[in-house]
């Protein structure tokens, strides 16, 4: 049972991340750098919680087939193909960024962020919108 509801778990995770990154991006732009480092905190919470259950997920239950019609294969498997390849690449240039803020190196935490934040946004975006064509626009079959 548990493992059945991963997939909402990580889902919600993501929106999660997503809605951290957007509002931690509006708060650095309004000078409230407090703020900022809260919500930036919880994406990066979020996100690893993200990982965690989304490994455990994929440990523990098979894959199964996009259930879609084929006019729309090219479309999910473009999402999932850039998703998971921006997932795996960001990574470590989440962690960078993270170190760099936490040692007070700003000027170089603010430059690589600033490059990172799309990819990142895309990357958590793209995972709610895999979700959603996988579990509620062509659901799979019980």
Known sequence: MFVAML????AALDALSLVFLLI????????????????MLGAVISGALFLV????????APLFAFRGPDSARP????FLFSHVVLAAAILPFIIMVLRRAIAGNFE???HLARRLLPFWIYTTATGVLVYLLLYH???PTP
């Open 108 to 110: 170089a935490h603010k």
């Open 137 to 139: 626009i062509y659901p």
């Open 7 to 10: 997939p909402h778990i990580t």
């Open 24 to 39: 931690g991006y509006g708060l650095i732009r309004a000078g409230h750098r407090e703020a900022h480092k809260k919500a």
């Open 53 to 60: 259950f989304y490994v455990t997920h994929h440990a523990f």
């Open 75 to 78: 479309y999910y498997f473009t």
